[in-house]
């Protein structure tokens, strides 16, 4: 069984960083490219940023780029997404999920605040 | 970017009803398509991809179609558990896309 799960959210301040975590089981972790999906309270679905299976390709949404890095450690298992200079409107969940013919898991999400 | 529209933004419909929902891209995809379905205070499940494929799963009055820049999601039989948001996705290149979602409530 696939499973996915984020941590590392909270709430930080504008002009602040935060580094999620998405830690993999149940599948051939390399093997997989992986996205983050965000969510804003009551709004809908917006995709933020992938990586591909070996780490070496990275794409990202218009709205994070030069503020989000996304990477992987595929020793560990694990996906991350360093998110610096945050403002208010970055305020979502965060998903992490496994791209197969679009994403077909998903973990539980990981709640980002910016707020002061 | 190619840009991803629905419609209807929402829909009351009777139990058993038959319910479609179209996307919208702004330039062909091909069949890189993808539909969710997100209940309430859940999260999203892929139903479709490839625009018609059923993901393991998910019960077949689901079905997807289309290519290109037009694209489907019909429920043939609306459930009380079908009540939900469903959004579609283009996946052939970055960005890859949502619509804005369908809200669909049982009238």
């Known amino acids: 069984e696939v499973q996915l799960l984020e941590s590392g959210g909270g709430l930080v301040q504008p002009g602040g960083s935060l580094r999620l975590s998405c830690v993999a089981s149940?599948?051939?972790?390399?093997?997989?490219?992986l996205s983050w999906v965000r969510q804003a309270p009551g709004k809908g679905l917006e995709w933020v940023s992938a990586?591909?299976?070996?780490?070496?390709?990275?794409y990202y949404a218009d709205s994070v780029k030069g503020r989000y890095t996304i990477s992987r450690d595929n020793s560990k298992n694990t996906l991350y997404l360093q998110m610096n200079s945050l403002r208010a409107e970055d305020t979502a969940v965060y998903y992490c999920?496994?791209?197969?013919?679009?994403?077909?898991?998903w973990g539980q999400g990981t709640l980002v605040t910016v707020s002061s | 970017d190619i840009q991803m529209t629905q419609s209807p933004s929402s829909l009351s419909a009777s139990v058993g009803d038959r319910v479609t929902i179209t996307c919208r891209a702004s330039?062909?995809?091909?069949?890189?398509l993808a539909w969710y379905q997100q209940k309430p205070g859940k999260v999203p499940k892929l139903l479709i991809y490839?625009?018609?494929a059923l993901q393991s799963g998910v019960p077949s009055r689901f079905s997807g179609s289309g290519s290109g820049t037009d694209f489907t999601l019909t429920i043939s039989s609306l459930q009380p558990e079908d009540v939900a948001t469903y959004y579609c996705?283009?996946?052939?290149?970055?960005?890859?896309?949502f619509g804005p979602g369908t809200k669909v409530e049982i009238k």
């Open positions: 330039q062909g995809v091909s069949n890189y």
């Open positions: 999920a496994k791209d197969s013919r679009g994403h077909d898991s």
């Open positions: 490839g625009a018609s």
């Open positions: 990586v591909s299976g070996n780490g070496a390709i990275t």
């Open positions: 149940g599948f051939s972790f390399s093997s997989y490219a």
């Open positions: 996705q283009r996946y052939n290149s970055a960005p890859f896309t």
